[in-house]
């Protein structure tokens, strides 16, 4: 059950921050202690107003400190000098988020991407010959996957890779203009070489996306037949050199194959260890998920900072007399302004554990503890949070940015330049609708393999409470029994919205019913013309996206409710608990047309939750601060005038001026009181 809520006669409970800052610290405690030391050094910080290329060189000087530092090397190869530790590399690496985002993703392309690539889709003859030079930055790269003209679909990429079996070599080409390689960090300035996505051609034979090493640049400039653009500036992540690639009949050798899972002899005869060519593509893709992973922890990391030094304002910063007429209120005691910020801490405590529970995941899968199903639910899960996180991150920092005013604005309080660098997170790695997409396509798929699986009695069954229970949505019964079981009493539609229970059973309906729904739209799609299906789905669309985002958001929840469970002492998991309660009741809130529309929440429960929420909003409004500091990043880590402290001796200051005022014999009299004298004055004298 849900924690109850104190009365006055009841001692508040009290968080433990250090334990809770523990807590969040997950797993991999020890890495993310050490990044974030490294995190805290200023040779790693982002100076603000740097020019473009200044910003560029100083990146590229940073990523040398961090291989002095041996900080980016831990899911490489023992023998290579790594780690083997998938998970507490991408822990230790999404750290540096919160030092410069550019740093971050400069490493991420360097280690992350091109050698990933090399690691993941290359053998142990790929691994020695270029791997040391990758990870000592001898050898600086780019990941060539995405195109202009194609985006987001890997497998339409118009790059050939053509193999010639009387040289022993694949011709790398570039067929038109809407084929070359673009947004890809390292090419514009420091790439030498490139792991390069292209269709493999042999034999007259195409056998579909793969990936090849090729080399770009000497200190001359580009190569023979490689030629490209620099993107220049960017709305963020200056400090990245972003460009364009394109290859005209460029020969590389034939063991430049990264040939894991695909292998051409020098006759040309192609051989793959997995005969499907789609599950070949997925799984080559499939390896390189570390991205949109560590994208969610990155993502997470910012909005932690972004919270911390919002609600460290906001617990200092005065506006306004309310409730007296000397001291003006702290901002954090306003409804609205817990309104703002609180329910925002909640969903970054809920994208905190989500991440925790998919970097534990990964490094199941990458250090092979798990099957090829493992590896799956991996996809899924990282194609389901990365677009919630980023899409929180930015709604975060900008709401952040706007609760602290004029203040929020300026660079050095970092708001503004840390939602610009995010921004491009939203697609990185995958737009966040066509991830969602593909995590809808699971839930169907696994929705209709529930159905062959079920015998003619049960799916007659099935059917029959399917219908009923549409019938008794639509009829308003549910609503109607809902509102007789409170008999318009707002404590029992409280009672009924705190418990845990409540929540997981609307958010997992809300879940099962669109995909319910959407399954019943598309159901003989599979059997019409091609354009006739494609139509449907496009018709359906949306609907789709909204229920893999409403199953990414139950997952949040859940997350968060295992973690609330799992905390030992009573009054850190008494707050989180009212807080996980915030997360949930706000995401029923925000969709409560829907809710209501389906039936599922009568009109009393309704107008109950948003009062609810509030009084949860005063209950965690003390505790908000300790809260924000267990995710603890210090002064270095926020770098934020507001978060200072000075905001509070400022505030102090003009207390202290106006106590001093009112004691002298100096101070004014205000126009309303002296009327108010003068009105008292004049009616004495009748």
Not at 346 to 369: C, I, N, P, Q, R
Not at 434 to 453: C, G, I, M, P, S
Not at 561 to 588: C, H, K, M, Y
Request: glycine share 8%.
């Amino acid at each position: 059950m849900s924690e109850e809520l104190p009365t006055s006669a009841t001692a508040s409970p009290r968080v433990d921050v250090a334990a809770l800052g523990e807590h969040l610290l997950g797993r991999w405690a020890d890495v993310r202690r050490t990044a974030r030391e490294l995190a805290a050094d200023e040779r790693v910080w982002k100076r603000e107003g740097q020019s473009m290329d200044q910003h560029r060189e100083r990146v590229l000087d940073q990523l040398g400190f961090l291989v002095e530092q041996k900080a980016v090397h831990r899911a490489f190869p023992r023998h290579l000098g790594g780690e083997d530790q998938h998970g507490g590399n991408i822990a230790g690496f999404e750290e540096l988020v919160v030092a410069d985002p550019s740093l971050q993703i400069k490493a991420g392309v360097q280690w992350g991407l091109f050698g990933a690539a090399v690691l993941h889709l290359g053998t142990q003859q790929h691994h020695d010959a270029w791997l040391p030079d990758i990870m000592s930055l001898k050898t600086p790269g780019a990941f060539a996957m995405t195109e202009i003209g194609h985006g987001s679909d890997v497998a339409s990429i118009a790059t050939t890779a053509s193999y010639d079996p009387q040289t022993e070599e694949f011709v790398i080409h570039t067929p038109f203009r809407a084929a070359w390689k673009d947004y890809l960090g390292n090419a514009g300035v420091h790439g030498i070489a490139a792991v390069v996505f292209a269709q493999l051609m042999t034999g007259g034979v195409n056998h579909g996306v793969h990936a090849f090493y090729v080399p770009i640049r000497d200190e001359k400039g580009f190569l023979p037949g490689v030629g490209g653009e620099d993107d220049g500036l960017k709305g963020g992540l200056n400090g990245i050199d972003n460009g364009r690639l394109h290859f005209d009949h460029v020969r590389i050798p034939r063991s430049n194959l990264l040939n894991r899972y695909g292998d051409v002899a020098a006759d040309g005869t192609y051989s793959s260890p997995i005969e499907s060519p789609g599950r070949r593509f997925f799984t080559m893709l499939g390896t390189l998920v570390q991205g949109r992973v560590s994208l969610d922890g990155a993502a997470t990391a910012a909005s932690k900072v972004a919270l911390q030094i919002a609600v460290t304002y906001a617990n200092e910063r005065r506006q306004f007399n309310a409730s007296s007429d000397t001291t003006e209120e702290v901002l954090l005691d306003y409804q609205r302004h817990q309104r703002r910020l609180i329910p925002r801490i909640a969903k970054t405590y809920a994208m905190s554990f989500a991440h925790e529970e998919l970097l534990e995941k990964f490094d199941e899968v990458f250090s092979g503890e798990s099957n090829d199903d493992a590896r799956q639910d991996l996809e899924t899960l990282a194609a389901a949070l990365k677009p919630l996180s980023t899409w929180n991150a930015l709604d975060i920092l900008q709401e952040c940015r706007e609760a602290c005013g004029g203040a929020g604005f300026i660079t050095k309080n970092r708001f503004t330049s840390l939602r610009a660098d995010l921004d491009v997170y939203v697609t990185f790695e995958g737009d966040n609708n066509v991830l969602l997409q593909l995590v809808a396509k699971r839930l169907l798929a696994d929705y209709a393999d529930e159905f062959r699986k079920l015998d003619a009695g049960a799916l007659t069954r099935y059917v029959v409470r399917r219908a009923e229970g549409v019938a008794l949505n639509q009829s308003g019964l549910r609503q109607l029994a809902q509102t007789w079981t409170d008999a318009g009493s707002e404590k029992r539609s409280a009672n009924f919205l705190k418990d845990p229970q409540t929540q997981r059973n609307l958010l997992v309906e809300r879940v099962r019913t669109m995909v319910a729904d959407v399954a019943g739209e598309l159901r003989g799609a599979a059997r019409l013309p091609q354009d006739q299906a494609a139509a449907v789905f496009n018709a359906h669309q949306d609907e789709v996206i909204a229920a893999a985002r409403a199953h990414a958001e139950l997952l949040q929840w859940e997350a968060f409710n295992r973690q609330v469970e799992a905390l030992d002492d009573p009054g850190t998991r008494s707050v989180l608990a009212w807080l996980r309660d915030v997360f949930g009741l706000t995401l029923i809130e925000e969709n409560l047309g829907w809710y209501l529309m389906n039936g599922l929440l009568s009109g009393q429960r309704a107008r109950t939750l948003g009062p609810y929420i509030n009084r949860l909003l005063d209950r965690l409004r003390e505790h908000a601060q300790d809260l924000v500091n267990a995710f603890g990043y210090t002064k270095d880590h926020l770098r934020a005038e507001i978060a200072t402290g000075i905001e509070a001796e400022r505030q102090q200051e003009a207390m202290e001026y106006y106590r001093l005022l009112r004691a002298s014999a100096h101070a004014p009299i205000d126009e309303k009181v002296l009327r108010a004298r003068m009105k008292a004055a004049a009616g004495a004298s009748r």
